[in-house]
């Protein structure tokens, strides 16, 4: 089994920053995509952002050049720093990562369990 925990999120004034990590565990082979979503009261859950394994990243348009995406391969865990935070960056952030379990399995996404992310002054 593979588990993602979260950590990172909480209350932070508009222009202000966070950032957020979320660490893979378990029967571990390989991890192929990893991704940050969200999901705002009302709303269906969005991507934020994603980084492959070798590093090349893509971001939803409303993020970019204020967010980044970053992993530590040999910790198996991925970060997402906001910055320049919005109200409308408000939501539940949730990690997702595409893990090989064996040389023979093929990926099967696995999800975290959410962090709230709210932005007020």
């Known amino acids: 089994q593979v588990q993602l925990v979260e950590s990172g999120g909480g209350l932070v004034q508009p222009g202000g920053s966070l950032r957020l990590s979320c660490a893979a565990s378990?029967?571990?082979?390989?991890?192929?995509?990893m991704a940050w979503y969200r999901q705002a009261p009302g709303k269906q859950r969005e991507l934020v952002a994603r980084?492959?394994?070798?590093?090349?990243?893509n971001y939803a348009d409303s993020v970019k050049g204020r967010f980044t995406i970053s992993r530590d391969n040999v910790q198996n865990t991925v970060y997402l720093q906001m910055n320049s935070l919005k109200p409308e960056d408000t939501a539940v952030y949730y990690c997702?990562?595409?893990?090989?379990?064996?040389?023979?399995?093929?990926?099967?996404?696995?999800w975290g369990q959410g962090t709230q992310v709210t932005v007020s002054s």
């Open positions: 980084i492959i394994s070798g590093g090349s990243t």
């Open positions: 997702n990562a595409d893990v090989q379990i064996s040389r023979r399995e093929a990926n099967f996404r696995y």
């Open positions: 378990g029967s571990i082979f390989s991890i192929n995509t």
